[in-house]
């Protein structure tokens, strides 16, 4: 009796005279042993019979592979991916796979070495169902493989800032593995591209954003999610080049990292490959553009955003490129302090993100927008949308994903052990190096001079600089906050001294009105001043 396929779908790829002759093959070679099998093969290709007889996925296979996928599309960063994980080779000797990614890629291999020996015949020829379920095992082991290479790409790149992309030499193996596990070669050149963004995502995510307290772990979920969707199958499909409509608003205390955030965002944008240039089409280093707008008085800061054309306005003598233009397709634009805005600029702003054009100062051509927009704020959500200063349109189109960033305080409080792990990464980025011993005592001098229990009001920023005064004078004295009757007090007894500049007046009023009514905006309407100069002027009084 011929053997037949289990599933007719096989059939359907081979012309039914070829697939007559290779089963007349097969049985020939079968009944009439090697001596005939090795003639013939001189002439035929008889190995993809071969191939398709050998490879079939058992109902374990199955299960094994549906696991797989769970894992391969989960968020890195989720609780539920390592209880998957686990859940998935109970007996196997998995590690920290927190430090050892590569583990599950070395329990995944044994499952699937013989397709990947067979080639792309094989892969072909399981049924549309099993081929669905093998396909997320091809990917991980393909991208597990070239992960050190991505790697040092990644790291070369940072190293050496903007400009050029590099050439990426490890391109066409990588096309060529995926190409051999039976991905068309215009899907395998997306893929590239795929995993150069998974990697850029996890570098910036997990190393700029340090610490094992919960607040963090679901700050780097939020932000993955951010970067991928929470369905990454979904993100794969049709999102992958849709993700400019999505913005993002950060919220947070001065000094909590927003900035890092908002960075490890805009540098993760999915960045096509250019096959015949063997390079990227961005680099990633280019990608993502800050700018506070909190420094800029009220009439600079729409040239600042949307750039000038000369002549323009008084002392526009040269065109000027605004930040909207510098961003790149690829890319994030960070707009810091966005609750300090004035309503005509926010106006702006949201046609800028309803219409993604926008028209320099001066100009008459629209230009197109095509990158994310990322927005943070020091003040509390519901402070900015209740004293009237933050039109409710604006923030809707701003709020399509709202993340907050905690503070040190709530950090510590959940884990003291946190403090350790982030002196040591100030001091090794500070001092350019991975000195345990000098991380330790810069440690132990703070433990020492700082009160237990110190609320860090200046967040990770304020823990920074305690670093650096360590590390320059071997000690960091933390200032006392006077209560406020003191400083009211010591403002009166200024005054009457005549000490006074006009702005250490002018700050320290700022400054009491801000500690009675709460925000910069009620600040301005009592002095009728401009927010950002009350911010200026409050952030000025407590400096002395």
């Known amino acids: 009796m011929l053997p037949l396929a289990d599933d007719y779908s096989v059939t359907q790829r081979i012309p039914r005279a070829n697939w007559i002759r290779r089963c007349l093959l097969a049985y020939f070679c079968a009944t009439l042993g090697d001596n005939l099998l090795s003639k013939v093969a001189k002439n035929v290709d008889i190995t993809y019979i071969l191939r398709m007889e050998t490879v079939r996925l058992s109902g374990a296979d199955r299960g094994f592979f549906a696991a797989l996928a769970e894992v391969a599309f989960r968020n890195p960063f989720s609780a539920e991916r390592a209880q998957l994980i686990k859940r998935l080779a109970p007996d196997a000797e998995l590690g920290d796979l927190t430090k050892d990614r590569e583990a599950l890629a070395r329990v995944v291999m044994p499952r699937i070495e013989t397709l990947l020996r067979a080639g ?49 030499p490890f391109a066409n193996e990588l096309i ?23 990697r850029r995502a996890f570098y910036f995510i997990h190393r700029s954003l340090v610490g094992d307290c919960e607040s963090m772990r679901r700050l780097r979920q939020a932000l993955w999610n951010n970067v991928f969707t929470h369905d990454m199958r ?67 800061i729409e040239s600042e955003l949307f750039g000038h054309r000369k002549g323009s306005f008084t002392g526009a003598i040269e065109n000027h490129e605004g930040v909207f233009g510098r961003c790149s397709p690829h890319g994030a634009l960070f707009l810091d302090e966005i609750g300090e805005v004035s309503v005509p600029v926010q106006i702006k702003l949201l046609q800028v993100l309803q219409e993604r054009s926008f028209t320099p100062l001066g100009g008459h051509d629209k230009r197109r927008f095509s990158g994310r927009v990322i927005a943070a ?23 399509t994903d709202v993340i907050e960033v905690p503070t040190l305080r709530e950090r510590l409080a959940e884990s003291p052990a946190e403090l350790n792990e982030l002196v040591g990464q100030l001091v090794t980025r500070i001092a350019d190096n991975d000195d345990a011993a000098l991380a330790a005592n810069v440690l132990d001098s703070l433990q020492q001079s700082v009160p237990r ?61 801000h500690r009675r009514l709460g925000t910069y905006a009620e600040v301005a309407k ?15 009084a407590k400096l002395k």
Request: hydrophobic share 40%; aromatic share 10%; glycine share 8%.
């Open 120 to 168: 792309a015949k094989a892969v072909e020829g399981l049924s549309t169902a099993d081929r669905a379920l093998i396909e997320p095992a091809l990917l991980y082991v393909c991208y597990h493989r070239h992960v050190p290479a991505i790697d040092a790409l990644i790291e070369r790149q940072a190293a050496t800032g903007g400009g050029a992309p590099s050439v990426v």
């Open 176 to 198: 060529g593995d995926l190409v051999q596990c039976a991905f068309a070669e215009e899907v395998a050149v997306r893929y590239l591209a795929l995993f150069y963004q998974l």
């Open 234 to 300: 979904g993100y794969n499909a049709t999102l992958w080049s849709r993700m400019e409509d999505f913005s993002t608003l950060l919220l947070g205390e001065t000094g909590t990292g927003k900035g890092a955030a908002a960075a490890a965002i805009g540098r993760s944008a999915f960045i096509p490959y250019v096959p015949n240039e063997r390079r990227f089409a961005a680099n990633f280093a280019d990608t993502f553009i800050s700018i506070n707008l909190s420094q800029f008085p009220e009439q600079l």
């Open 377 to 399: 704020t020091n003040r509390r959500l519901s402070e900015l949308r209740s004293d009237g200063g933050f039109r409710d349109d604006f923030y809707y189109r701003l709020c």
């Open 453 to 513: 229990g110190y609320s860090w009001p200046g967040n990770v920023r304020e823990l920074e600089q305690a670093v650096r005064r360590v590390l320059l004078a071997g000690r960091y004295q933390v200032e006392p906050v006077p209560a406020i009757g003191d400083e009211e007090t010591a403002l009166a007894e200024a005054m009457r001294a005549g000490t006074l500049t006009a702005d250490e007046l002018l700050g320290g009023y700022c400054a009491l009105l």
């Open 526 to 540: 009592r002095t009728e001043l401009d927010a950002r100069t009350v911010r200026k002027y409050v952030e000025s």
